[in-house]
């Protein structure tokens, strides 16, 4: 009997508290802002160095450039420029070492799709990916 009085007093004492949980698809997750999350990519700014392909520890990013049309310019630019996100591990490995800041982490996390064929995004769908880039990339 006195362990259910005790149980009770803790169930009314706590029915007045504020509800901590929250109406996650209904109302935006509002996340740090070092929170590592899927990559934005600005493709003007890229200059093909294969930095970010040679340092990511799950080989998911593909790069691909070719020269320049401009026979004066030197360098590439870019041809293609895939992410896998099936086997990213979202380290921030690719922003940290990209000389030009081509490549930013956004707080944006939410990747979850019904075939595993479309984790494979490309150079058009993360220049799109503008929603919640960091505070600290923003332009």
């Known amino acids: 009997m006195k362990g259910l009085i005790k149980g009770l007093s803790y169930t009314v004492k706590n029915l007045a508290k504020e509800n901590v949980t929250t109406s996650y698809p209904d109302v935006p997750m509002m996340m740090p802002d070092r929170f590592r999350g899927i990559q934005k990519f600005y493709p003007e700014k890229c200059i093909v160095c294969n930095q970010c392909a040679a340092i990511c520890p799950t080989d998911c990013i593909l790069l691909t450039g070719k020269p320049h049309p401009d026979p004066a310019k030197k360098g590439k630019i870019i041809d293609t420029y895939d992410i896998n996100f099936e086997i990213c591990i979202l380290c921030d490995l690719c922003t940290e070492v990209c000389p030009t800041e081509a490549i930013v982490m956004t707080n944006n996390f939410e990747l979850a799709e019904y ?25």
């Open 115 to 139: 075939s595993r064929d479309e984790l494979f995004k490309n150079l058009e769908w993360l220049d799109e990916n503008d929603n919640n880039v960091r505070k600290e990339n923003k332009a």
